[in-house]
């Protein structure tokens, strides 16, 4: 099994920014799928963004559309969320996923389609 090692997140007040980053050891950006989820105290675990080599562009949950980007690290198997303009909302563990499978669609944001999660991330924002 891959390890996927996550870092950041932390406390910030509502309108802030932090940063995640993580780390797929033996993946790389076009040999794996790797995504963002969240999971707020007592809700599901929702996708936030995800980068599928078999789908056009990274994905993106509406509520962070704009807020949020993913972009490359320094090394090429991590993976960095940019977070801005937090909102309460956000407030959740962050956890960072990825699997050696290459599909694209609507399953690149499903969280079954991932074999290898992070430690989780706590993120909370502040009003």
């Known amino acids: 099994q891959v390890r996927v090692v996550q870092s950041g997140g932390g406390s910030v007040q509502a309108g802030g920014s932090l940063r995640l980053s993580c780390g797929a050891n033996g993946y790389t950006y076009n040999s794996a799928s790797m995504a963002w989820f969240r999971e707020a105290p007592g809700g599901k675990r929702e996708a936030v963004t995800a980068t599928c080599p078999g789908s056009d562009a990274t994905y993106y949950a509406d509520s962070v559309k704009g807020r949020f980007t993913l972009s490359r690290g320094n090394s090429e198997n991590t993976l960095i969320l940019q977070m801005n303009s937090l909102k309460p909302e956000d407030t959740a563990i962050y956890y960072c996923?990825?699997?050696?499978?290459?599909?694209?669609?609507?399953?690149?944001?499903?969280?079954?389609?991932?074999?290898?999660w992070g430690q989780g991330t706590q993120v909370t924002v502040s009003s």
């Open positions: 996923a990825a699997t050696p499978d290459t599909l694209g669609g609507a399953i690149c944001a499903r969280s079954s389609f991932y074999d290898d």
